[in-house]
């Protein structure tokens, strides 16, 4: 069962960055899979941040993360990342790397597999 691991998570102050990471469980290739980031405020549900394509072409961003976050993969390192500049109070959740088969969309729904998630916390 394909297992995804986030890590680089942590508190910072408004206006910093973040680069999140996620990799796969030993026996998987990464680059046969979309791939996405989604998050989870208290109180919220789900929401999708980015998603990619499994070939790295194809790329998306909810509104309210765009021109600041990016994401992106290294298939050769089985890796996925999500940096994240100029954060906001707004962005605190806990985030979650997503991985599917197929991309249809960046909802959580279309994506089985989901990390345990890692907390991102911007206060000052």
């Known amino acids: 069962q394909l297992q995804l691991v986030e890590s680089g998570g942590g508190l910072v102050q408004p206006g910093g960055s973040l680069r999140l990471s996620c990799v796969a469980s030993s026996g998987f290739f990464l680059g046969g899979y979309a791939m996405g980031w989604f998050r989870q405020a208290p109180g919220k549900e789900p929401e999708g941040v980015s998603c990619?394509?499994?070939?790295?072409?194809?790329?998306n961003y909810q509104h309210s993360v765009k021109g600041r976050f990016t994401i992106s993969r290294d298939n050769a390192k089985n890796t996925v990342y999500l940096q994240i500049d100029n954060l906001k109070p707004e962005d605190t959740a806990v985030y979650y790397c997503?991985?599917?088969?197929?991309?249809?969309?960046?909802?959580?729904?279309?994506?089985?597999?989901w990390g345990q998630g890692i907390q991102v916390t911007v206060s000052s």
């Open positions: 997503v991985a599917s088969v197929v991309l249809a969309s960046c909802t959580p729904g279309e994506f089985p597999s």
């Open positions: 990619i394509s499994d070939s790295g072409k194809f790329t």
